[in-house]
């Protein structure tokens, strides 16, 4: 899948809002984008994907995730008021996790 972020209209917004986002959570920036995410959380496998809902555990309703970023000891999977706009990340510890899914460059 090629890399996206819900509701750009383009490449270059897409890479602008994701440096925000990075910035706002203190989020390294990679080239490397993350896709998709698997992991367990208190005995449950969780799971996300970008411009899809996050897990409903976490509250956040009917919101598409917009980013996710590997933080070296934990993941951080970001919504609209999850790390976007406001709030804080929903946090994903790494371990057990299955590894995540990249964006393909120049994939469809």
């Known amino acids: 899948m090629k890399y996206f972020i819900p ?11 994701y440096e ?14 993350i896709c ?6 208190n005995g449950i496998m969780m799971s ?3 411009g899809s809902q996050a897990p409903s555990y976490y509250g956040t309703g ?3 995730v917009v980013a996710i ?3 070296g000891n934990l993941y951080k999977i970001c919504t609209e008021n999850r790390g976007v706009l406001r709030g804080e990340a929903i946090l994903a510890g790494k371990g057990d996790e299955t590894p995540p ?3 393909v460059e120049g994939g469809a």
């Open 62 to 64: 009917s919101e598409s």
């Open 36 to 41: 998709a995410l698997t992991w367990p959380h």
């Open 101 to 103: 899914t990249y964006f």
């Open 20 to 33: 925000a986002i990075a910035k706002f959570n203190s989020a390294p920036l990679s080239g490397a984008r």
């Open 48 to 50: 996300c994907e970008i």
């Open 7 to 17: 509701a750009a209209e383009n490449p270059e917004q897409a890479e602008r809002v």
């Open 69 to 71: 970023f590997d933080c």
